[in-house]
């Protein structure tokens, strides 16, 4: 570390002279305020430099081929906003995220609809409700953050599925997609059940909640979820009516279900109704198995891809969602904060560490080996750039930094029949039809099928490549 010093004040007047950045590692003095800060800012930097949405003639939120991956670059910006109060990126994510949000604002732009999955949607649709969570101004025209997350709730819940295992959201929209259409997974269900609470909490509208619930019950009747053992597998096939489950511990199953669990704590504790000890049980189970299966050393790794280094995009990026995930139940359940906090501490300086590649501070995937690993990435920018962004916690009013709700500081505009139910229908009857635009148009739309909805996938698919 000491000759590091060195080379990297080397690296500092050389990087005045012209603007190469210093080489050794994002500097981190991890219990020093500015140091949290200007790390934090490197890595969104580093991030940020694969958006070209803002250029002209580009289209604001989109990356090519990985459409629900706009909604974590622009979530990564906005928490880097949250934490740290910088708005450098704050027009880019406005633009952003509300360009997505499509025709009837539902995240189903119909350039992608055809293709995307619950989880895909989801996702855009989680990113805007922490828009409205974080008081993001809404802006003056076009659609609020609110009401984009009620869009993506109310289409989704459209496609509530009874026709195997008694209920659930399927992974994938369309009959074409094949197993991925009968398969029920945590992350869509999980992330159905966390927009849902937290459109409770918001909201402070208990239908929501009612979906929450009905939701996570659900997932206690299939062998996905084991609330003895506290394990979140990944799937579960429809075809075989939920009879078993796959072995697959991905730490955003995890994360998504234990700040759902956090949010619906929340919402029946706030002010004047109950203590509910019910969910505070769920919330101390799932971070239990989250630090026993995730951080057995207190950096955080995603073992199922990162020890046999064959980790997908979409991989790379769990580590940034989870903890985000455990800083915001951290927020909430300010009892859980001394747990989380040295895990999230510990994290951000061996992602710092690995922040080292390329002659410019490239970010690698093993944050535990704290340096860089050789995987560099979007991906592994953005999730450093989450845990950079979620240590500004100890410098901060953490009251004030909770998710807002309607009454307290929310004022993201409600319109509780957001989106419009059409656009299900019409996805559908284009992905049936993907010949009638043309040979070229319907190829295209198979191979992104495969990318674009990708989350259980890799899990099934992706394993060893
Ligand atoms: C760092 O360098 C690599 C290789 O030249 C490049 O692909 C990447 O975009 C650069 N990253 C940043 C943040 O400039
Ligand atoms: C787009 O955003 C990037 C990253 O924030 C910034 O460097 C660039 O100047 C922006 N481009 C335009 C045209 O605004
Ligand atoms: C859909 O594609 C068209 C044509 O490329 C583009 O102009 C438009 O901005 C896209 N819409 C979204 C929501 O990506
Ligand atoms: C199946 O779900 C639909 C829509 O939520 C509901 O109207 C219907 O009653 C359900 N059927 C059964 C058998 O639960
Ligand atoms: C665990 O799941 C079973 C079956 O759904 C349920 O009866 C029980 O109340 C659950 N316990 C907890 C703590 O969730
Ligand atoms: C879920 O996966 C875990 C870890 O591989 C395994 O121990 C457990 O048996 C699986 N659950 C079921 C119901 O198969
Ligand atoms: C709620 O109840 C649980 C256990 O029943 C207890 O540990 C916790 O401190 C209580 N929280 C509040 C805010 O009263």
């Not at 895909?120 to 809404?138: I, K, R, V």
């Not at 000890?277 to 050393?297: A, D, M, Q, R, T």
């Not at 769990?318 to 800083?327: C, D, I, P, Q």
Request: net charge negative; with cysteine.
């Amino acid at each position: 570390m000491r000759a590091d010093r060195v080379h990297s004040l080397c690296a500092i007047l050389f990087s005045s002279l012209s603007f190469v950045h210093p080489a050794l590692g994002i500097d981190l003095t991890i219990d020093d305020e500015q140091s949290v800060k200007d790390a934090s800012s490197e890595a969104i930097w580093g991030a940020m430099t694969f958006y070209h949405g803002n250029e002209s003639g580009q289209i604001p939120g989109a990356l090519p081929e990985k459409w629900w991956e706009g909604s974590a670059l622009l979530l990564a910006a906005l928490n880097y906003w949250h934490f740290t109060g910088d708005d450098t990126y704050n027009e880019d994510v406005s633009v952003g995220l509300q360009w997505q949000g499509g025709d009837h604002g539902d995240y189903m732009p119909s350039n992608y609809s055809s293709y995307l999955g619950n989880d895909d949607q989801m996702f855009w649709g989680l990113s805007a409700l922490t828009a409205a969570e974080y008081g993001f101004p809404d802006r003056k025209e076009g659609f609020s953050w609110l009401s984009l997350a009620q869009g993506t709730f109310n289409t989704m819940k459209a496609r509530w599925d009874n026709e195997s295992c008694g209920g659930g959201m399927r992974w994938q929209l369309f009959v074409y997609q094949g197993s991925g259409y009968t398969l029920k997974n945590a992350i869509s269900n999980g992330g159905f059940f966390q927009l849902a609470a937290r459109l409770a909490m918001y909201t402070q509208k208990s239908e929501y909640a009612d979906w929450a619930r009905k939701t996570w019950e659900w997932c206690l009747t299939t062998p996905m979820i084991n609330n003895k053992t506290w394990t979140i597998n990944d799937s579960t096939q429809g075809s075989n009516n939920c009879a078993d489950t796959d072995h697959m511990q991905w730490s955003y199953n995890y994360g998504v279900f234990l700040a759902g669990a956090a949010y619906m704590y929340t919402f029946y504790t706030y002010p004047k109704k109950t203590n509910d000890s019910y969910w505070l049980e769920v919330v101390h189970g799932i971070l239990g198995s989250i630090f026993k299966i995730f951080f057995p050393k207190g950096i955080m790794y995603d073992p199922d891809c990162e020890i046999a280094q064959n980790c997908n995009n979409n991989e790379v990026l769990f580590k940034g969602e989870v903890v985000t995930w455990m800083a915001l139940t951290a927020l909430m359940i300010p009892d859980l904060y001394d747990e989380i906090m040295p895990k999230l501490k510990n994290s951000a300086v061996g992602a710092a560490a690995s922040c080292s590649g390329l002659g410019n501070n490239s970010c690698g995937v093993r944050w535990y080996q704290s340096k860089f690993d050789g995987h560099h990435s979007m991906e592994a920018e953005i999730s450093s750039s989450c845990v950079l962004s979620v240590n500004m916690l100890p410098f901060v009013d953490r009251d004030k930094k909770k998710p807002l709700n309607i009454h307290k500081g929310g004022n993201s505009k409600s319109d509780p029949n957001a989106g419009n139910l059409k656009d299900n229908d019409d996805a559908a009857a284009a992905a049936l039809s993907p010949i009638t635009t043309g040979d070229k148009a319907g190829a295209a739309i198979l191979t992104v099928a495969f990318i674009g909805g990708w989350l259980g996938l890799a899990a099934f698919m992706f394993i060893g490549a």
